[in-house]
């Protein structure tokens, strides 16, 4: 076996000190149990972080169980190896010894937060900036990396990538990268990109079944939050809201808001796009898209949320209208208004 600073793909710029501050294998050498868990409504990033790190973790060590907790995830993620095996319900278990948060901080993996009480060791792997500390034991935590998936890449030993790891870190990389449009995307990234395609999976149709394709009532809800939506400061912000009516008449659930924000945030000379939806009575969760002359991150943080620069959310509570003035009072600190 090659040493790991021997890989082909090692990259450009790449610091052997970053690739080898955790090997996961050894951290999790002679563990009974291990739990792999990430946020609430997880996305393709975070179910492709946990997946990646289950399979690796199966493959490789024998002797452990390794369970993965999360709420659970769009059945368009149904292919990756261990998904049927997703525990959702989060019963009372026994102490682990080695607990995993993927792609966020402890207090955002809701009903798993009890699992880190005793656990042995705690390993946060993260890209999040409002997280740059990380919140375990061990931390790998680089805001400059566009996915939590990425990461799972740099740290297995690449000799034992197969078609199936290959394709769950893919996937989480498609996810958070936008396809690998967003600016979070490096020459690192795609290189990394390329040597996870060469296990020969079906990418394009991966990326068309998880990314673009949706479901009719999908493209209902979407055409609708865009015919109400509301341009606002010059027309450098828009905001539209679905609220707990709309999501009864067209039978949607959060599920099926993938996607809204980026649309609004497409749309020409729009630097911060909001979407809201309604989460209970006066109560919403918030996505932010920006372009570079808005942090998302800070704005969200504010309001108790985190993020990224570019991609971040919070929960607020008020009237849509008091907490559309709530955000545009820090969006204009930004702004050159």
């Known amino acids: 076996m090659k040493r790991k600073d021997e890989n082909p793909w090692k990259l450009e710029g790449e610091e052997p000190s970053k690739r080898m501050e955790l090997d996961l294998l050894r951290e999790c050498a002679g563990a009974k149990r291990i739990a792999v868990t990430g946020h609430q409504k997880p996305d393709g990033d975070c179910v492709g972080a946990c997946l ?39 019963p009372e278990q026994e102490h682990f010894d080695v607990l995993f948060i993927m792609d966020c901080n402890l207090e955002r993996t809701g009903l798993a937060q009890k699992y880190a009480k005793g656990a042995g060791k705690v390993i946060n792997i993260d890209h999040h900036i409002t997280n740059a ?136 000379g729009v630097s911060c796009a909001i979407f809201m939806y309604e989460t209970g009575t006066l109560e919403y969760k918030v996505s932010l898209r920006t372009d570079q002359s808005i942090d998302a991150s800070k704005v969200a943080a504010y309001f108790g949320g985190g993020g990224h620069a570019r991609a971040a959310g919070c929960n607020m509570k008020g009237t849509f209208h008091d907490c559309v003035n709530n955000l545009s009072a820090e969006i204009a600190k930004q702004l050159d208004m």
């Open 133 to 268: 500390n990380g919140c375990g034991d061990l931390n790998y935590v680089n805001p400059k990396v566009g996915s939590a998936s990425e990461l799972v890449y740099d740290l297995v030993d690449k000799e034992r990538l197969d078609m199936e790891l290959a394709k769950s870190i893919y996937v989480g990389m498609v996810h958070d990268t936008g396809v690998f449009q967003y600016e979070n995307t490096t020459p690192d990234t795609m290189r990394k990109a390329a040597h996870l395609i060469s296990f020969g999976f079906d990418f394009y149709r991966i990326i068309q079944e998880t990314f673009y394709q949706k479901t009719y009532v999908q493209a209902q809800i979407l055409g609708r939050a865009l015919m109400e939506s509301v341009r606002f400061m010059d027309g450098r912000c828009i905001v539209s809201l679905v609220d707990r009516k709309a999501m009864e008449f067209y039978h949607v659930t959060n599920r099926d808001f993938e996607g809204i924000v980026n649309q609004l945030r497409n749309i020409k």
């Open 52 to 90: 990646s790190i289950w399979y690796y973790l199966k493959q490789n060590l024998d002797s452990a169980e390794v369970t993965v907790f999360l709420e659970e995830p769009d059945p368009v993620f149904a292919e990756l190896a261990g998904y049927e095996k997703i525990v959702t319900d989060f």
